[in-house]
């Protein structure tokens, strides 16, 4: 299935989100927004402001209380669970602040993961791919270790390619620099930002840190569950 000219990956039309647990907390207020294909978009925000919340309704972690989402042209509500997974796995890539590999398998196995819970067998192009990818991050000496012997920045990288592994049109990164030291999480975005370039991959990135934001396209504000500020940033780069 082709989302090849696909004008955008995400959209999202007022979005509510609403817990309920003996009391009502109203998280996100009215939520429009539409991130384009290859697209780099920072989300910005104090602390419980609603940002791991929304990135779990885009990514299907989660269920909106009222409004309407599409992801890769798909209306998601009235998906199935079933069909959420599909749209998951077929068009989403997830990094969060902990990496969360599994520590009994070795890199290369745990950036293959996703390819394994596709099944079907082997797909060898994307295997191919996810070594070439795990090669250009320079654990390419390192596909047989298991994560206990990386680096806290090797094992991010790591779980960066995982989440490229299946291809994904959008990857939504919550604080995935947010464990790492500043010149480590510096490389991580960089690979980021080259893979957005390379594959065409957008990105929905929290990030506290407003050196990482600036040189992304856009930076979208949350202030108490409702987008204050919505930003293309043109040609900061190098700055
Ligand atoms: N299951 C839940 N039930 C009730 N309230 C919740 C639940 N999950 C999150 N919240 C509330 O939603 C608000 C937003 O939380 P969220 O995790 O999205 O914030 P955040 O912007 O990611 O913060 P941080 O920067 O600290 O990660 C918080 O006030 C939190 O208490
Ligand atoms: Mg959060």
């Not at 003996?22 to 910005?44: K, M, N, P, S, Y």
């Not at 295997?127 to 990386?150: N, T």
């Not at 840190?209 to 500020?229: C, F, N, P, S």
């Amino acid at each position: 299935m082709g989302t090849e000219g696909l004008a955008h990956v995400v959209r999202l039309c007022g979005i509510n989100k609403v817990y309920e647990n003996g009391v009502t907390t109203h998280v996100l207020h009215d939520i429009d927004l539409e991130i384009a294909a290859g697209e780099f978009v920072t989300v910005q925000g104090a602390s419980g402001s609603g940002k791991s919340t929304l990135l779990n309704i885009i990514g299907l972690l989660d269920t909106a209380s009222c409004g309407e989402l599409w992801v890769a042209a798909r209306e998601v509500r009235g998906l199935s669970e079933d069909e959420r997974a599909l749209t998951r796995r077929d068009f989403l890539g997830f990094i969060f602040q902990s990496h969360y590999l599994l520590p009994e398998f070795t890199v290369l196995e745990n950036a293959l993961m996703p390819l394994r819970i596709r099944g079907g067998g082997a797909e060898a192009r994307r295997r191919e791919r996810v070594i070439g990818l795990l090669e250009e991050v320079g654990l390419g000496d390192r596909l047989g270790f298991r994560p206990r012997e990386l680096s806290g920045g090797q094992q991010q990288r790591v779980a960066i390619v995982r989440a490229l592994a299946n291809e994904p049109v959008l990857v939504l990164a919550d604080e995935p620099t947010g464990n790492l030291d500043q010149k480590t999480g510096r490389l991580v975005f960089e690979l980021m930002l080259r893979l957005k370039e390379v594959s065409g991959t957008a990105f929905l990135m929290v990030s506290h840190d407003e050196r990482l934001a600036r040189e992304t396209d856009r930076v979208v504000q949350l202030v108490d569950g409702r987008i204050a500020d919505d930003r293309e940033q043109a040609s900061l780069r190098g700055n």
